[in-house]
């Protein structure tokens, strides 16, 4: 009995070592790091969810019954304005550039993607200070023809909203559209013609259903955009959730009656993922060879041909021309009052949260990919795709999510300090920048994330085979070996969430310490009080450094 109990104990022993070092080799560092930003961005997840849990407040009472159908309505409505607009102009414009051939072709396929270079918010601001009732617009044509009786249109109006948010975003659609009818080839339009059909039958019966999983995810990206907006809203006095949860934050007081609200538009917007994800189930990538040469193209002649041009001029004037020109019109006037060392500040402090969140989000997505590259597995690929999926909450759902566990978090920490140390601090976390960064990490990650993942693809597994028989592996492989290969991809993913951070106003206005005002920040609160023109400067300084970027980018696209 004595020996067979020594043989027993071995034996546990050998099998709790063979597990503890399984358990060692399978859990290594960079799981626990892909674990841990996932559990970042499902902190703001939970805590939003379980605010329903809470009983009831009288602030949400109210909400529910006098501000929640309105909300509801004026939702429904901008998305569903906003997404047949941006679908037709979107289709129609990535048709006629990307299969099509008239006159100004070349210059309007990458010209009518600068409007993404102007923050949505801008354009509203710009557009409600031209067509006001007060505005040069109606105010010239009064003067004009004071006898006509023609009344403008009302540009604080649900219309009105939907046009400016349809010129800001309807460039989404136009990049998937223009891609996949570029890519479809030109076997399936001569079949087409073959069977007699035209070349409208073509577009509706043929290119046109081909396209439709393209189309549809750049659908849902305007669909997340316009959930998501605050500025634009906000500028047009247009109440939606995103408006209604910072009424409830900063007009009432009330973070629990935010967080309620927070988490109906979580449930909506889970639901928007969950129908792009089925659009895309059957989608397959299949290419039968692209346009290649430009014979292939469909020449549009005489009043087709100018249709065309006017068209894609009338939308790249509205959405990118115009506004451009309005705000150096306004900044001409007011630089000399508005101009000064402040604004060195505004300028220094923007680009120092835009440069160092480009830093830190694209150091942690080079982890997250050559941790997923490393292991294979569902447990990781889960926790990854957990990670980027912060860019589907709005940022005042965010914003929310991520100040009430920090306030939890502080006081714990400050009646620890005051407990052990005889510290009479008051606050620990909040009023600094890590809740600001922490919302950024999580929100834009993604943004970063794709490119870099992307880029991370190209390399062929061959290069880490052979770094591994000379030694070189781990974090070392990682240095060595993979970040000068990634490069192009890193370089993508700076410029993208440097441009996303630098737009982002709902985050920086809810989050920022005191002190901590951007650009984005003082253009809402120069457009909360009317004073359009002096919000020409700062928006004219955003749009300068967002449109580098994406000119960049649309060059690099084209080569």
């Not at 880029?455 to 061959?462: L, M, V, W």
């Not at 052979?466 to 990634?486: C, D, E, N, Q, T």
């Amino acid at each position: 009995m004595p020996e067979s109990e020594a043989l027993h104990r071995r034996n546990l022993a050998d099998f709790c070592c063979s597990a503890l070092r399984n358990m060692t080799q399978s859990v290594d560092g960079w799981r626990v790091a892909v674990a841990a930003v996932a559990g970042l961005v499902a902190v703001p997840l939970f805590v939003i969810i379980s605010s329903l849990l809470k009983p009831t407040q009288g602030i949400f009472d109210h909400l529910v019954e006098n501000v929640l159908p309105g909300i509801l309505t004026n939702t429904a409505w901008l998305v569903l304005g906003v997404s047949l607009g941006t679908l037709l102009l979107g289709v129609s414009l990535g048709w006629l550039t990307g299969v099509c051939d008239f006159f100004g072709r070349k210059t309007f396929s990458w010209a009518l993607l600068l409007p993404l270079a102007m923050p949505t918010y801008v354009l509203a601001f710009i557009y409600l200070g031209l067509f006001d009732f007060s505005g040069p617009a109606q105010t010239a044509f009064r003067a004009h023809f004071p006898q006509s009786g023609f009344s403008f249109p009302d540009i604080r109006s649900t219309a009105g909203v939907i046009v400016v948010m349809i010129l800001a975003l309807y460039p989404y659609v136009y990049m998937f559209a223009r891609s996949a009818f570029m890519t479809q080839g030109k076997s399936s339009m001569e079949a087409a013609r073959t069977l007699g059909l035209t070349p409208t039958e073509t577009f509706f019966k043929v290119c046109l259903p081909l396209a439709r999983p393209w189309i549809a995810g750049g659908l849902m990206l305007v669909v997340m955009e316009t959930l998501a907006d605050f500025g634009a809203v906000s500028i047009f006095n247009f109440d939606t959730f995103t408006t209604a949860i910072y009424k409830a934050w900063f007009g009432f007081f009330s973070i629990t009656a935010a967080a309620q609200l927070s988490s109906v538009l979580v449930f909506i917007v889970s639901l928007v993922i969950i129908l792009e994800q089925l659009s895309r189930r059957r989608m397959r990538y299949t290419q039968g060879g692209g346009l290649g040469l430009e014979t292939s193209r469909i020449k549009l002649v005489g009043g087709f041909n100018w249709a065309a041009f006017l068209f894609s001029l009338s939308v790249l004037l509205a959405g990118f021309v115009l506004p451009c020109i309005q705000l150096l019109s306004w900044t001409v006037e007011v630089f000399h009052l508005e101009f000064g060392s402040r604004y060195f500040w505004l300028v220094g402090k923007t680009l120092f949260l835009a440069s160092i969140t480009a830093l830190v989000i694209c150091s942690v997505a080079i982890v997250l990919a050559y941790a997923k590259r490393r292991h294979k597995d569902h447990y990781t690929s889960g926790l990854t795709r957990m990670a980027t999926l912060g860019y589907a909450l709005p940022g005042t759902i965010l914003a929310v999510g991520i100040f009430i566990p920090v306030a939890k978090l502080d006081r714990v920490i400050v009646h620890w300090l005051n407990s052990f140390f005889g510290c009479e601090a008051s606050t620990f976390l909040q009023g600094t920048l890590i809740i600001l960064f922490t919302a950024y990490l999580v929100r834009f990650m993604i943004t970063g994330f794709n490119p870099i993942d992307s880029a991370t693809q190209r390399i062929t597994p061959s290069i880490d085979e052979a770094s591994r028989l000379m030694g070189v592996r781990g974090f070392s492989l990682l240095r060595r070996i993979h970040i000068p290969m990634l490069r192009n991809g890193l370089l993508t993913a700076l410029i993208l969430v440097f441009i996303e951070v630098m737009k982002e106003m709902p985050i920086t206005l809810m989050t920022r310490p005191f002190g901590w005002d951007t650009l984005a920040v003082k253009i809402f609160e120069l457009t909360s009080e009317g004073e359009w023109e002096r919000s020409a400067l700062p928006a004219l300084a955003l749009l300068l450094a967002g449109l580098v970027p994406v000119i960049l980018l649309m060059r690099k696209s084209e080569k």
